[in-house]
C-alpha cells in the first residue's frame, strides 16, 4: 500500500475509534440502566439525599405541604420528615403530616434481590396520603421491567390506615404482582411495619 494511502486507513480508523468512544460514552448511563439486577432510583431522584429522598418526592407522597423539616427522630422513635403547609397571609406554619422511608423501620424486609426502600406520606391520623418506592435491586427487571412503576399498584396503598391488613392477594387488600410475588410481599411488609411504628410513635 502507498504510503500515503496508508496515513489516510490509519486516520479514518482512529477516526473511527474516537467515534465510537463517544457514542458508547453518551449512552452508558442508557446501558447501565437496563442491566438486569441494576440499581432503580426513580426519576428526580438522582440529587437525592442519602435515603433517597428529594423536596419533589416528599411533597408528592404528602400532598398540601410545602415546607419539610429534617428528618428526625428521638427517644428511639422512627425518623420522619414532618410536612409542614405554610399559611400564605400570617405564614404560619402547620403541621399537616410526616414522610418517612421505610429503610428506618428495621429489619426492612428483602425482596428478591434486596431491600425495597419505600417513601410513604401520612396525614396527623395515620393514613396513608402518599407512597412511591424510591430505591430497589431487582434481577426480575431484565424480564418484566420496573414493575413497582405499573398503572394502580402504589396507589392501591393510598387511604391506608395502621390497621389494616397489607397482605396479598385472595385473604388480603393489596393486590400483587405476578411474578414478582417475593418482591411484593416484601414492599408490602416494610409499608406495613413502618405505618404501624409511625402512627404508634407519633399519632397513637
Not at 449512552?27 to 440499581?39: C, H, I, K, V
Not at 424486609?109 to 396513608?128: A, F, H, K, N, W
Request: contains cysteine; charged residues 25%.
Amino acid at each position: 500500500m502507498f504510503p500515503l494511502a496508508q496515513k489516510s486507513v490509519r486516520k479514518s480508523c482512529l477516526g473511527l475509534a474516537l467515534l465510537s468512544a463517544v457514542v458508547l460514552f453518551d449512552r452508558g448511563s442508557e446501558f447501565a440502566s437496563n442491566l438486569p439486577g441494576n440499581t432503580i432510583l426513580y426519576a428526580g431522584v438522582h440529587a437525592a439525599s442519602s435515603d433517597h429522598t428529594t423536596q419533589a418526592l416528599l411533597k408528592q407522597v404528602v400532598p398540601g405541604a410545602d415546607f419539610f423539616a429534617e428528618k428526625a427522630g428521638e427517644d428511639g422513635k422512627v425518623p420522619v420528615y414532618r410536612a409542614y403547609r405554610t399559611d400564605a397571609t400570617s405564614g404560619e406554619q402547620t403541621l399537616i403530616g410526616y414522610a418517612v422511608v421505610t429503610s428506618d423501620v428495621l429489619p426492612e424486609p428483602s425482596g428478591y434481590s434486596g431491600p425495597i426502600d419505600t417513601l410513604i406520606g401520612m396525614d396527623l391520623e395515620g393514613t396513608i396520603v402518599g407512597l412511591k418506592v424510591i430505591y430497589y435491586k431487582e434481577s426480575h427487571r431484565y424480564t418484566l421491567g420496573d414493575f413497582f412503576e405499573w398503572d394502580g399498584y402504589e396507589e392501591q396503598f393510598i387511604g391506608k390506615v395502621p390497621s389494616d391488613k397489607f397482605r396479598l392477594h385472595r385473604d388480603g387488600d393489596i393486590s400483587g404482582i405476578a411474578r414478582a410475588t417475593i418482591s411484593t410481599k416484601a414492599m408490602t411488609a416494610g409499608v406495613r411495619q413502618t405505618v404501624r411504628k409511625v402512627y404508634t410513635d407519633y399519632i397513637e
